[in-house]
């Protein structure tokens, strides 16, 4: 097996896509990295691209945009620690460190022991995921109020909510600011308002492998259990079921919540995998 590693989004797109777009649930935050590129080539400033070969077959990809989590594929065990080894000399180029690795469960967590063995740093969290995939939805019932998309008057109310979320959930925010005003932007940010005042927020992604991803959802603790999640993100995956060429919508929960994995099961999603998200010291 041979580890490939480029900076170009178009190689690196030539060479995987096929193998993305068989698992196009599993893979698609890869997925989305490369549209992002191919929209926005300055999203990220230092974007770094692997895969892995066995003969002439693609068996691996990983992609890694500093400071965010290294992401990772499935892969094959044994190449784990090559692709280290790799990961590692471009972080050494950008005098940089990885924060973790993301991705299925078995991949990331031999990735990130690859990792910590080649720098010493310990691994100081690892927090399960659930990956859901919704084919059938199932309709919730309607809280009051009603849903509208956000405007840009409301960006920074998503801001805000953004990293309390990112807070919540013990993950890194970035600029949520940038976030939220390029996705208020480009349409993809819902919200329910309740007596005149937004009270939850649900986003998607654009398309991709015939897939929509669905998050962040968030409601402020104080709006909670009146199933304003539940109903957005349900007619949010069902306007994108109705797009030209999307199959599925998918999410991930974290695995230790159980409310949140039941409101989303209650909508249709259904458990279809197992992913992690390992942060280092």
Known sequence: MRV???????????????????????????????????ATPDAFSTPAFWWTTEGDEVVGAASWT???NLLVSTLPLAVAPDLAAAVSTRAESLGVRASGVNGPADSAHAVASALSSMTGRTVARVRPMLLHELDHPHEVATPSGFRRPAASADVPLVATWLDAFSAEVEIYAGDSMRTASRMVRENHFEMWMDADQP????????PVGRVVRVGPVY????????????????EVSMDALAEPGVDRCMLFTDADNPVSNSIYRQAGYMPRGEHVEIEFT
């Not at 989004?9 to 196009?24: K, T």
């Open 4 to 38: 490939h590693s480029t900076d170009s989004v178009e190689d690196y797109a030539h060479a995987v896509s096929a193998f993305l777009e068989a698992e196009p649930c599993g893979r698609n935050v890869l997925l989305s990295i490369v549209s992002v590129l191919r």
């Open 199 to 206: 009270v939850c927020v649900v986003g998607h992604h654009a």
């Open 66 to 68: 500093p400071p965010w």
């Open 219 to 234: 409601t402020p603790p104080e709006h909670r259990q009146r199933g304003y999640a539940r109903r957005l993100t349900y």
